[in-house]
């Protein structure tokens, strides 16, 4: 309260999230300045994704089967049954299950689990956490900017494989269901009662194309994709998202400066985020085959800081991207999926 208040007389108008961490606070300076407590709940909703899938389930969107864990035995439990419900035979492998932190950004806490070994590996800090079933299916981000209710700009990320590589705009693959997309994020629209802001949720394709929806945060997407947008058709994303969360921000304003998706893209852009791939190094080593490459525009990573590489655990954080920006997607794709065999630290 004090915050808001001070910010109030300083003039502010609205505050605007920029990291995960900051999304419930935004939302409780926002229900002091825009003089609606709702707003806090609702940061509240985006936040914590266990909260967040009863909220969608009850909007009638299509999700997979998820549950809260508090000990290793309820996702002991929830694997079993999981399983059990798809029918699996002894000595069938599982089907895996995902746990997630409940308020963590992205891949942050997330773990593929297909054994009772492996729940054996989660900490016991992280608990508690959420327990997912897998959805077979095709993968994919989306960055949504709403004002007055609507969504002025929608971007469709794809990510070649998670955790490692996204580029923006997609392929024509995934492009021939944004009519479905939108209408996805309409409904997620609703259900959560966003008039200002941004969104970024992601969803599942089916082989049938059936859409579920994943996740949604409240915040710009990692993996550079702001800057991604920018290099691909020219316009600050963060400058979008002040007009967005702005309810003073007029119509003219808004048209004027989204350009039209797809169709105004300058190029594909993308990055893949390094992992060592061995246990020690000694020295930052860029491939030839790489750096050579008409797309490779720029890196970001530096010298190690030490010899000893620690291991991974869950999706882990990698230590640098490296940008690529072309004409062809599927040129990209494949490109941005090479990386992945390659080493950047010897």
Not at 36 to 47: D, I, T, V, Y
Not at 159 to 168: C, E, N
Not at 223 to 236: A, D, I, T
Request: net charge negative; aromatic share 12%; hydrophobic share 40%.
């Amino acid at each position: 309260m004090e915050i808001a208040e001070t910010l109030r007389d300083m003039g502010v108008d609205v505050a605007i999230p920029i990291f995960e961490e900051t999304v419930e606070w935004a939302g409780a300076i926002n229900s002091v300045l825009l003089n609606n407590p709702r707003l806090f709940g609702q940061a509240m909703l985006l936040r914590d994704k266990a909260l967040m899938k009863r909220r969608a389930q009850l909007g009638g969107i299509r999700v997979g089967i998820f549950e809260e864990a508090h000990e290793r035995d309820d996702v002991i439990r929830f694997l079993k049954r999981v399983n059990q419900t798809l029918l699996k035979l002894d000595g069938d492998p599982n089907d895996p299950i995902h746990v997630k932190a409940f308020d963590k950004a992205g891949c942050l806490g997330h773990r593929v689990i297909r054994t009772p070994d492996e729940i054996d590996t989660i900490p016991d800090d992280e608990f508690p956490v959420l327990m997912e079933s897998h959805l077979d299916g095709w993968e994919f981000a989306v960055e949504a900017w709403i004002h007055d209710g609507k969504i002025r700009f929608l971007n469709i990320s794809e990510y070649v494989t998670l955790g490692y590589s996204v580029f923006v705009p997609a392929t024509p693959e995934l492009e021939q269901y944004r009519p479905e997309i939108t209408r996805q994020v309409e409904r997620l629209i609703k259900t959560f009662d966003i008039d200002f802001g941004f969104v970024h949720p992601e969803y599942f394709v089916t082989s049938d194309g059936e859409m579920y929806f994943g996740e949604v945060a409240y915040r710009p997407p990692g993996f550079k994709v702001f800057e991604l947008l920018e290099r691909s058709y020219g316009f600050n994303a963060y400058h979008g998202l002040v007009l967005a969360f702005d309810p003073k921000t007029t119509e003219d304003e808004i048209e004027a400066f989204f350009p039209k998706e797809v169709v105004d893209a300058k190029g594909h852009a993308g990055c893949f985020g390094v992992y060592p791939r061995r246990r020690v190094v000694s020295q930052l080593s860029v491939p030839d085959e790489t750096e050579d490459h008409d797309y490779f525009e720029t890196h970001e990573l530096t010298a190690p800081l030490a010899e000893k590489v620690t291991k991974r655990t869950a999706f882990g954080n990698h230590w640098g991207l490296l940008y690529f920006f072309g004409d062809d997607p599927y040129t990209l794709r494949d490109l941005l999926k090479r990386q992945e065999e390659l080493d950047f630290y010897i």
